[in-house]
């Protein structure tokens, strides 16, 4: 990958509402999108990811949906939870895990209750 | 299972010191990582090792050598560190080479 650009850099919404964070890439050749929660003084969970090949997934409250023609992929989430607090990175992968991950600069999402 | 161990969680050396971090996967994943994470920045790539063999080193300074002894275990070497050589040490591995399972991290810091 040569280039990941997340927005926002930070999140607040209140409990109950949605979160959206967008990345956009420029390797036209990446395949491989997926999302990372970390929280603090932990390591990067995998929560979602997407191939090119579809252009939406969705696991319970978490979606991530793919435009490969405007190279962004988007992550939501909805019915916010105080739990979902946390820095979220969104990556790609365009060497077929052969040059590792690209990440985004990544967004911290706040919940105010 | 998805879990890959790393320790320690915390280390504290001297810029003479040897030390080495440890890492470890017993799912059979084909793929194992080394990444560098500072404070409030994503990780950065530094080794790939793939099959046991180092297939990607983005030119990371001498002072930090990989080894994977075997398709479980990778460790990172360190020696001469710098201070600013401080941050989470993060392990992944891959059961087909894209898919990564990062686990907890090792927090150096150098003094």
């Known amino acids: 990958g040569e280039n990941v650009e997340q927005h926002p850099s930070t999140l607040s919404v209140q409990e109950g509402d949605s979160a959206v964070i967008k990345c956009t890439y420029s390797?036209?050749?990446?395949?491989?999108f997926p999302w990372y929660k970390q929280e603090l003084g932990k390591g990067p969970q995998l929560i979602i990811d997407?191939?090119?090949?579809?252009g939406e997934k969705k696991d319970q409250r978490i979606a991530v949906t793919l435009n490969k023609t405007a190279k962004h992929f988007s992550l939501h989430i909805t019915e916010t939870q105080p739990e979902d607090s946390a820095v979220y990175f969104c990556a790609e992968d365009s060497g077929g895990g052969a040059d590792g991950l690209t990440f985004g600069k990544g967004t911290h999402l706040i919940i105010q209750p | 299972d998805t879990e890959v161990t790393q320790t320690p969680k915390h280390l504290v050396m001297g810029m003479t010191n040897k030390k080495s971090l440890k890492c470890e996967q017993h799912?059979?994943?084909?793929?194992m990582y080394w990444y560098k994470q500072k404070a409030k920045k994503p990780p950065e790539l530094m080794f790939v090792y793939s099959y046991e063999k180092l297939s990607i080193n983005e030119s990371v300074p001498s002072r930090f050598s990989p080894e994977c002894p075997n398709s479980s275990l990778l460790n990172l070497h360190l020696h001469a560190l710098q201070p600013e050589d401080s941050a989470l040490y993060l392990c992944a591995s891959s059961p087909e080479g894209v898919t990564q399972y990062f686990g907890p991290g090792t927090r150096l810091t150098v003094l």
């Open positions: 390797d036209s050749a990446s395949n491989y």
């Open positions: 799912m059979g994943h084909r793929a």
């Open positions: 997407i191939r090119s090949n579809v």
